[in-house]
């Protein structure tokens, strides 16, 4: 599941990008939890979980309905 969440983050990671952040994966659990580390401009934009949650998540789970939720850390 990690390769496909990866190829999941290629095809967001140029709107992050853009504004000048970016996103790495750290852990995907075995009950679903993607986590992940916003960087750049994204860790420490004061929208970046409204960027998480209805942008990065929504993607993700579209993509990979196994995922349950997309975490910060």
């Known amino acids: ?13 140029p709107m992050l990008t ?4 970016n996103v790495e994966l750290v852990d995907v659990t075995a009950d ?3 986590k992940l580390k916003l960087t750049g401009a994204c860790g420490c934009c004061p ?12 993607i ?4 990979i309905p196994e995922i349950k939720e997309v975490v910060s850390i």
């Open 60 to 63: 993700l789970k579209q993509e």
């Open 32 to 34: 679903g939890v993607v």
């Open 18 to 21: 853009a504004d000048g952040g």
């Open 1 to 13: 599941m990690r390769e496909r969440i990866e190829q999941a983050l290629e095809k967001i990671r």
């Open 47 to 58: 929208m970046s979980q409204m960027t998480l949650k209805m942008g990065i998540e929504k």
